[in-house]
């Protein structure tokens, strides 16, 4: 039904840039709420940040608030992830998802329902 790619991750030193990119495949209604989250070996997956496809409203968590920033474009059915001021302790795996509601501030991977494969983020220092 609904595909979802990331890419842009890669090796990086702290205190530089990188940008994510998540596109969708498939026809997904714009109700959605689309969202980063991240996962480091040996930890939970935690939440980064959603966007509301429809409106462009953001929500980020207070650890990447300020560095981070979501965007869209609508007719190349992308959301991008801009993360700026790299630290050791963004290394991770970066995943986007969609949930099926309309809620901006679902922070449980349980909450949605479509998920990428994954893009590696290294930070080193």
């Known amino acids: 039904q609904v595909q979802l790619v990331e890419s842009g991750g890669g090796l990086v030193k702290a205190g530089d840039s990188l940008r994510l990119s998540c596109e969708a495949f498939?026809?997904?209604?714009?109700?959605?709420?689309r969202a980063w989250f991240r996962q480091a070996p040996g930890k939970e997956r935690e939440f980064v940040a959603a966007?509301?496809?429809?409106?462009?409203?953001?929500y980020y968590d207070d650890s990447v608030k300020g560095r981070f920033t979501l965007s869209r474009d609508i007719a190349k059915s992308t959301m991008y992830l801009q993360m700026n001021r790299l630290e050791p302790e963004d290394t991770a795996v970066y995943y986007c998802?969609?949930?099926?509601?309309?809620?901006?501030?679902?922070?449980?991977?349980?909450?949605?329902?479509?998920w990428g494969q994954g893009t590696q983020v290294t930070v080193s220092s």
């Open positions: 966007i509301r496809w429809l409106g462009g409203s953001t």
């Open positions: 498939g026809r997904i209604a714009s109700t959605y709420t």
């Open positions: 998802a969609v949930d099926n509601g309309a809620s901006l501030y679902a922070t449980s991977s349980y909450e949605y329902q479509h």
